[in-house]
């Protein structure tokens, strides 16, 4: 079974462009979330979706990002402009149900790394 | 404010030697305590996770963690380290409230020499 896919792996773009990380989760997970860490920070959570449905947006650093999950498949997380402290890793999870209970588990892909020149 | 800490950026051991790595929390009431390991070219794998029950935790690859209420400590322990555990390893909680809400510390990069 493929795990949390994530495009592109790797990204350099200068400042003021728009840059779309694109995230696949495990079939049949419900909930995707987003984090993040930029240079020199910790991890931070970014927003959850249930489906297609935005659940909690709270970590969203500002209006440059817009995420989206359209059909509650594949999510995206659009940086428009770009900014030189937007650089690091954008991390994409997903379960079946939320969170840890029930024994449930959230699997993280391999993370998006972006470089903003 | 609550935080996850963990004082040690980078640790360097010998392979065959044991490994512990310490995480600090500050929350209101105890929130549930995560292990998380990045390989290099890796994306976080969850190595251990403690809800409730015993406070001696069993993970992946040998791992262990402690959870000491007392200190709000979770410390990480393996007995004799392998070079393939090389990696960032991360603690993190999530409040029981919001238990899909991870918070991370800022991770231990741990090099093993031969």
């Known amino acids: 079974e493929a795990g949390v896919t994530q495009f592109p792996s790797h990204s350099v773009i200068e400042k003021g462009q728009t840059v779309t990380l694109r995230c696949d989760p495990i079939?049949?997970?419900?909930?995707l979330y987003w984090y993040r860490r930029v240079m020199g920070k910790e991890i931070k959570f970014l927003l959850h979706?249930?489906?297609?449905?935005?659940?909690?947006e709270s970590g969203m650093p500002n209006n440059r990002f817009l995420a989206e999950r359209t059909g509650g498949t594949y999510s995206t997380l659009k940086v428009q402009p770009a900014e030189l402290e937007d650089s690091g890793v954008y991390f994409c999870?997903?379960?079946?149900?939320?969170?840890?209970?029930?024994?449930?588990?959230?699997?993280f892909g391999e993370g998006s790394w972006l470089t903003v020149v | 404010a609550q935080s996850v800490t963990q004082p040690d950026i980078h640790i360097t051991v010998s392979e065959g030697a044991s490994l512990e790595l310490r995480c600090n929390y500050s929350?209101?009431?105890?929130?549930?305590l995560f292990w998380y390991v990045q390989s290099p070219g890796q994306g976080l794998q969850l190595l251990l996770k403690?809800?409730?029950?015993?406070?001696l935790v069993q993970g992946i690859k040998g791992f262990e963690a402690e959870f000491k209420r007392s200190q709000s400590s979770f410390n990480l322990r393996k007995p004799s380290v392998h070079w393939s555990d090389a990696a960032e390893y991360f603690c993190?909680?999530?409040?029981?409230?919001?238990?899909?809400?991870?918070?991370f510390g800022a991770g231990t990069t741990v090099t093993v020499r031969a």
């Open positions: 999870a997903s379960s079946v149900v939320r969170g840890f209970s029930s024994g449930n588990t959230i699997y």
């Open positions: 993190a909680v999530a409040p029981r409230s919001n238990d899909y809400k991870l918070s």
């Open positions: 979706f249930v489906k297609e449905s935005k659940q909690d």
């Open positions: 929350y209101g009431a105890t929130p549930y």
């Open positions: 079939s049949g997970h419900d909930n």
């Open positions: 403690y809800f409730s029950g015993d406070t």
